[in-house]
């Protein structure tokens, strides 16, 4: 159930509400725009009488939302979420971020190259995995804390956010000094306990859509997140494995602006997992952004060839820059900056 509170609606009748809504049983999370008070209901509240709440002063509206996803819903913040970070980059406003960097994180010559390139294109977010799900328990699994290490110290040096993959609860906390933003991977998207703890954390959680997950998996999903109050959860579109085998997933397209209609969420589209292609990168990448997405995670290294992990779908640095150049276009054709 949301309560939308009327414009004018003072402190003590939002208190009022929340008070009656909390005797109901049910937990109350409250988003204030610029110029509306938004109550969400978490809980039983198939029960509650909505009119109960209708009368109340201050009350504009009050909606039954059928979607299982109260806080995830477009309901909860009609106005879409942006989500800020400390180099003064945000996602979700109507400037499409670009999140660039290795697969992996491979030693300090690598990460500071391409953190250099991903500013010089005009990007934001350095990238890289420093725990690494492989599928083969023989493949490089990453470079752990020292990675994250080299990493913030290249990001901090072109003013860059960072962002890396979180996969166990244990990682969380040795990994906070070094990450902007956390990425949970396709793999864990429904690591449930995983997700809670990330729910209890004040940093932005970048979820990615499992292989075999449906939307709706992948906004309960980020529910998980969200109703433990991190209220700033980004999703991401990164393929869904399907019979067509010509790339190593099938992207998604439509799922950017369905996710954009049913949630207030940013979105990203990830083109490199999309396709697992090089040649196939650029256009899904353009294609996510007519298709609105808020931001791109593009997996970019010098030696593009010779990373060590998924090197098939990896562009070389002149690449990338070549495509941010050609996305500005696109960008501007859908009314968004970039
Ligand atoms: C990655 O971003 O390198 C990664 C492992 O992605 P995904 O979880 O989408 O496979
Ligand atoms: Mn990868």
Redesign the pocket.
């Known amino acids: 159930m949301i309560v939308a509170m009327q414009e004018n609606a003072t402190e003590e009748q939002i208190d009022a509400v929340i008070e009656v809504m909390e005797e109901c049983g049910v937990d109350v999370h409250r988003t204030t725009g610029a110029m509306q008070t938004i109550l969400a209901a978490v809980g039983p509240t198939a029960g509650l009488d909505i009119t109960k709440f209708e009368v109340l002063p201050g009350v504009m509206h009050v909606h039954r939302i059928s979607s299982p996803y109260k806080l995830a819903g477009r309901a909860f913040r009609p106005q879409g979420t942006v989500i800020e970070f400390p180099n003064g980059a945000s996602i979700g406003g109507a400037q499409v971020a670009i999140i660039a960097g290795p697969?992996a994180i491979e030693n300090r010559e690598q990460i500071f190259a391409i953190a250099k390139c991903v500013n010089a294109a005009g990007g934001s977010f350095l990238r890289g995995?420093a725990f690494k799900?492989r599928t083969s328990p023989y493949s490089f699994q990453g470079l752990g804390i020292d990675g994250l290490k080299l990493m913030r110290e290249a990001a901090d040096a072109h003013g860059l956010a960072t962002v890396s993959?979180v996969m166990e609860i244990a990682q969380i906390e040795p990994m906070l000094p070094y990450v902007d933003c956390f990425?949970v991977?396709?793999?864990n998207m429904q690591n449930f306990n995983l997700l809670r703890e990330l729910g209890q954390v004040r940093k932005p959680v970048l979820l990615?859509r499992g292989i075999a997950a449906t939307i709706e998996e992948l906004l309960m999903s980020s529910e998980y997140i969200l109703s433990g109050g991190n209220y700033q959860v980004i999703l991401c579109e990164?393929g869904i494995r399907t019979y067509e085998t010509s790339t190593r997933n099938t992207m998604d397209i439509a799922a950017i602006p369905v996710l954009k209609k049913l949630s207030h969420l940013p979105v990203v589209g990830?083109p490199s997992?999309g396709t697992g292609r090089r040649d196939m990168v650029a256009p899904m990448a353009k294609a996510a952004v007519a298709a609105g997405c808020d931001a791109l995670l593009i997996e970019i290294h010098p030696n593009a060839d010779k990373s060590v992990s998924?090197a098939a779908q990896t562009l070389y640095l002149e690449q990338f820059e070549k495509l941010v150049g050609e996305l500005q276009v696109i960008a501007q054709a859908v009314g968004r900056t970039l």
Do not use: L, S
């Open positions: 697969c995995g799900p993959e990425q991977g396709a793999r990615k990164r990830d997992h998924d």
